[in-house]
Each structure stands twice: as structure tokens, then as C-alpha cells.
């Protein structure tokens, strides 16, 4: 997957030129102000974003601190660049959360560097959160919204866990956000489609269901949400690489071993 970048500066050589710099292996977006790249955000998915802090009207901290600020891109890394080197300007750049800060003129090698290592921690969280969902995060750094938001996404599943016609406009009501900013968000922080989320989340109840023993092996489906015990097989078998009866025999013959 490519990912995508917003760039966001008033001066129409520095777009061109960081558009030239990054496009050989990004997609890249240009915004001429931060009012734009607001507008922007709304439409497509965006993996980073580069913004300049001396604009008008809005500049880079204001923007920083509304993406920061909002549930919807709180997890999109944001580099500012600017042309004061003050540590006051770090200070702020910080306290608005920006995950990079780096001066004008800069080293291409930097930014790249910068860029690319963002990049690659975004991903392991992603692909720690979707192989692992919903675990304390210890070593990788997730923000306190993006940690609610899973949060409550998980809460809405689990709530309803047991209607096979589990709706994206109804989570995205629930969540106040649009269907599509929901999409957009699931997908980006856990490298899931919200079905595919859903799904794992159905399974991983199951597994805990079959630890418990407490309810039958027939049963399990229902309690999950699936409408037939064939489609239940399939998603299970999909996800785990071997069928829910074998996970269900392989689980009472540790237990057997464990109580001899």
C-alpha cells in the first residue's frame, strides 16, 4: 500500500519542491492553507502530514492542534516545519503535539528519514492493534483518544455482539462520526476493513467461550452473531487456520493435561 501525504504551505515552490521530493515513493496531496487541508481531510485517507507553521489565518499549531484535538485524525503523525530555530518554537510545536518538528532550509535527508520512520511506526502499531486487538499497549505508543476510541468501538460490539446484522451507520451514530470517517478511521488504526473488525472481534468471543466451557460448541455460533454454524466454520477457519472444532478439541486436550 502507498501510503498518502498532505502538504500543507502558502508558497507554491515549497509544495512543488517537498511534492517532487516525496512523490517518488508517497502519494501526495497539496493544500495552499490549513482551512484547505481541513476540507481535505474530510475526503481522503491521509497517512502523514506536512505542514508549514507561518500561515495565515490558521497556522501550523492551530491545525496541529485541531488534528491532535479530534478523534477522527488524532492518529495521523504531523510534521511542522519552520524557518525559526528557538527552542520556544520547539516547546510549542510540542505542546501542540506535533510527532516531528524540523527547521527550514532542511536536509531532504532528514525529512525523509523523518518521514519514513513515522511511517513505519504507524504500521506496527496498526499491525500490532489488528493481530492483537484491544491489549494493554505497553511498548507502542498510542494516543489517549485513539485508546478511547477503541474503546468504545469495542464496548458497541461486545454490546451487540449476538445481532448478525451489526450496522456501520449505527456505530458511526454511536460514535458520533460520519460512515465514512468511521471506515476511514477503523481502517487506518487497526489494518482492518469495520467487517473484518467485526468478525475478529465475533471469533475472539468465541475462543473466550470455548476456554469458559460453558456454553456448547453448537451454541457458540449464536452467541456470536452468526446466522448458520457453516458460516461461523468459514470465518473461523479463515482467521485461525484450522476449524473451530479442532480449536475447541485442541483446547479440552490442554486442559485434560493440565488437570492430570
Do not use: W
Not at 152 to 171: A, F, G, W
Not at 224 to 248: C, D, I, P, T
Amino acid at each position: 500500500m502507498t501510503e498518502d501525504i498532505l502538504i500543507i504551505d502558502d508558497e507554491p515552490d515549497v509544495l512543488d519542491f517537498l511534492s517532487m521530493v516525496l512523490g517518488y515513493s508517497y502519494g501526495v496531496h497539496q493544500a495552499s492553507d490549513a482551512r484547505l487541508a481541513q476540507n481535505f481531510l474530510e475526503t481522503k485517507m491521509i497517512h502523514l502530514i506536512i505542514s508549514d507553521i507561518m500561515m495565515p489565518e490558521m497556522d501550523g499549531y492551530e491545525l496541529c492542534r485541531f488534528i491532535k484535538s479530534s478523534v477522527e485524525y488524532c492518529h495521523i503523525p504531523v510534521i511542522l516545519l519552520t524557518s525559526r530555530n528557538t527552542h520556544a518554537t520547539h516547546i510549542d510545536s510540542l505542546q501542540v503535539g506535533a510527532d516531528a518538528y524540523i527547521r527550514k532550509p532542511f536536509s531532504v535527508e532528514l525529512l525523509l528519514l523523518q518521514v519514513k520512520n513515522l511511517l513505519k511506526n504507524r504500521q506496527k502499531i496498526r499491525e500490532h492493534l489488528a493481530s492483537t486487538p484491544f491489549t494493554k499497549i505497553q511498548v507502542l505508543s498510542i494516543s489517549k483518544k485513539d485508546d478511547l476510541f477503541q474503546k468504545r468501538l469495542k464496548k458497541y460490539v461486545d454490546q451487540h455482539i449476538e445481532n448478525p446484522e451489526i450496522d456501520l451507520d449505527d456505530i458511526a451514530e454511536h460514535l458520533c462520526m460520519s460512515r465514512t470517517t468511521l471506515y476511514r478511521k477503523i481502517t487506518d488504526l487497526l489494518s482492518l476493513k469495520p467487517k473484518e473488525f467485526v468478525d475478529f472481534t465475533r471469533l475472539k468471543r468465541a475462543t473466550e467461550l470455548m476456554i469458559d466451557n460453558t456454553v456448547s460448541l453448537e451454541e457458540i455460533p449464536r452467541r456470536v452473531g452468526y446466522s448458520s454454524e457453516q458460516l461461523f466454520n468459514r470465518s473461523f477457519e479463515k482467521y485461525f487456520n484450522m476449524s473451530a472444532s479442532e480449536y475447541h478439541l485442541s483446547i479440552q486436550k490442554d486442559n485434560r493435561q493440565n488437570n492430570a
